[in-house]
């Protein structure tokens, strides 16, 4: 087989493996860095393992148990404060004054026109609301579930440009404590800045640890058909490093985190629940999972024991982004929330290509025409190297009854066989990995691609045409019989195939049968692995197909 068949098979083949293995399919998710193992409460069962901490991270003290506080009377009607914002409608229920629901205004649960707004709560079917506020040593308080009172109507309206506006909840142990919540608000944002404030009514030093508890369930209704391409995950951005946090690795696992901690977050490809520290020390947050098989996450802000003297008090601030995962709403945010938008190895190329996509769309008003003209623009960029891949390949071919000469002349003595084989290819002035190079110079641009198209909130439910409803689903189109596996026929894909199939045919080969056969596979194992890709992806690999067969064609004219 010639060298430079097997070169460009074995390259198609390292390709196609690394993807799947990078990208999920044979891929284990990688174990997150281990820090200080962290003591279970009592009703906590999970298994657990030894730990090594690594230097980089500091050692935090074992926190103490931590409770799980259920609101089990959900169903019952409890008093309820409505914000209703451009962007979202928040409820903060009076138990705990604690979030019960955060609905999207833009965003949908499913594809389908009928579908009900996203709802960032997930856990509340569980009776388990975020922002439950407990004092650790006087748990009997119960300020977790505690009514509280507020003199914010029951209705709030936010306007974009409105100045931010704040309110006000708060409850008492009579004697004891009073606790204080205020949620700021930031009009035509998914930013929400809370501060905790404990006050001492008692005639005593109080001396304590408050925890504020997060609780998070998989965004997918049924945990066990989450796609391995957009998992629900926990993540933590720190010393400049984001991490990932599957489920099943804190079931093995409790990490500590200690400060500084830019955020912590429950997300997916598209939406994220973060938590943003605005205390520099004085805390850890501490991960721990309740229920595996649904996936309920508890992510607690522990503070460090502290004293307050009778009439004296306490606060405590932080940051919370509650929504899509868009760069400019992310970057508003800041303390490097932008961060939570990853793309792996190929982010400088893809953040880059999303920002274009975004600016396409503003004149053309549909992402899949946007996709199409960053495609067009992609392959003029990569226009010269494509010609320049294509001329070497046509004069490779010109000469290969020569190569094939000297190979037989010389196959005996591969040293003067190199050396003929190099004066034949500078008399042609030919490089032998012309035609390769810059095929592969493309490969990052593409995987940088992939990761943008799956992973992009704004094409998310976002049509193009006809059967294609969703730019980040596989495109199927439903001919009302159930095809096995696959449910529809992936119509987009088999004309990648075919484009693919096509443009192979007219590449010049090196004239060895046997390449030509090996070479023609390609299309077929592109075809079969294309089929769950995003429609989006499909789609700018057809539309590059159709101009390097347009630019194929014209090259063999002129040739």
């Known amino acids: 087989m010639e060298k430079r068949a097997l070169l460009a098979l074995i390259l198609s083949l390292m390709v196609l493996v690394f993807w799947e293995f990078y990208f999920g399919l044979f891929r284990a998710p990688a174990p997150p860095p281990t820090q200080e193992h962290a003591t279970s409460s009592p009703a906590d069962t999970q298994p657990e393992a030894p730990q090594v901490i690594p230097p980089q991270v500091p050692v935090a003290p074992t ?46 649960k499913a594809v389908e026109p009928d579908s009900p707004s996203m709802e960032m709560i997930t856990s509340q079917a569980n009776g388990l609301l975020p922002l439950a506020v407990d004092l650790i040593h006087h748990q009997d308080w119960e300020l977790s579930t505690r009514p509280f009172v507020s003199d914010a109507p029951r209705e709030t309206v936010l306007a974009a440009g409105d100045s931010p506006r704040t309110l006000s909840f708060h409850t008492e142990v009579p004697g004891r404590v009073r606790l204080t919540k205020l949620f700021t608000f930031t009009p035509a944002s998914y930013i929400i800045d809370l501060e905790i404030r404990l006050e001492n009514l008692s005639n005593e030093r109080m001396v304590d640890q408050l925890g504020l508890s997060f609780y998070f369930q998989p965004y997918a209704d049924d945990p066990q058909q989450e796609s391995s391409y957009n998992p629900s995950q926990f993540s933590t951005f720190l010393q400049g490093s984001l991490t990932n946090y599957p489920v099943k690795d804190l079931v093995k696992t409790q990490p500590v985190l200690t400060p500084p901690i830019d955020w912590v977050g429950y997300e997916n490809n598209y939406f994220i629940n973060a938590v943003i520290p605005i205390e520099e020390s004085g805390y850890q947050i501490v991960p721990r999972v309740l229920d595996a098989d649904k996936g309920i996450l508890q992510v ?58 975004n600016w396409f769309y503003k004149y053309t008003h549909n992402y899949g025409i946007a996709i199409i003209v960053l495609t067009v623009l992609i392959k003029i960029l990569f226009w010269p190297l494509t010609q320049k891949s294509y001329q070497s390949m046509q004069k490779m071919k010109k000469i290969q009854p020569k190569i094939a000469q000297i190979r037989e002349k010389y196959k005996d003595d591969r040293e003067k066989l190199n050396q003929e084989l190099m004066g034949v290819y500078r008399t042609y002035k030919v490089n032998p990995l012309g035609g390769c190079l810059p095929m592969l110079l493309q490969i990052p641009v593409f995987f940088a691609l992939y990761r943008m198209l799956n992973a992009a909130v704004e094409l998310r439910h976002e049509p193009f045409m006809l059967w294609i409803n969703d730019l980040t689903a596989p495109d199927r189109l439903n001919i009302g019989v159930q095809i096995p596996y696959l449910g529809g026929i992936p119509v987009l894909t088999l004309l ?64």
Do not use: C
């Open 63 to 108: 926190p103490p148990a931590l409770p799980a506080d259920r609101l089990p009377g959900l169903a019952r009607q409890f008093d309820v404060w409505t914000v209703t914002d451009p962007f979202f409608k928040m409820n903060v229920a009076a138990p705990g004054a604690r979030m019960s629901s955060f609905q999207l205004k833009n965003f949908r």
């Open 300 to 357: 607690v802000y522990l503070t460090e024991a502290f004293q307050v003297d009778p009439s004296d008090g306490k606060s405590l601030k932080l940051r919370m982004y509650i929504g899509p995962k868009e760069l400019t709403q992310l970057a508003r945010a800041e303390h490097n929330l932008s961060k939570a938008v990853d793309y792996g190895w190929f982010t400088f190329l893809a953040k880059p290509a999303l920002q274009l996509l």
């Open 496 to 559: 990648m195939g075919i484009t693919m199939f096509i443009q192979q045919k007219m590449t010049p080969s090196a004239g060895d049968p046997r390449q030509e056969q090996i070479m023609l596979i390609m299309p077929v194992i592109f075809t079969i692995f294309f089929i769950n890709f995003p429609s989006g992806l499909v789609l700018y690999w057809l539309v590059n197909n159709v101009l390097s067969i347009a630019q194929q064609y014209w090259i063999n004219r002129h040739a």
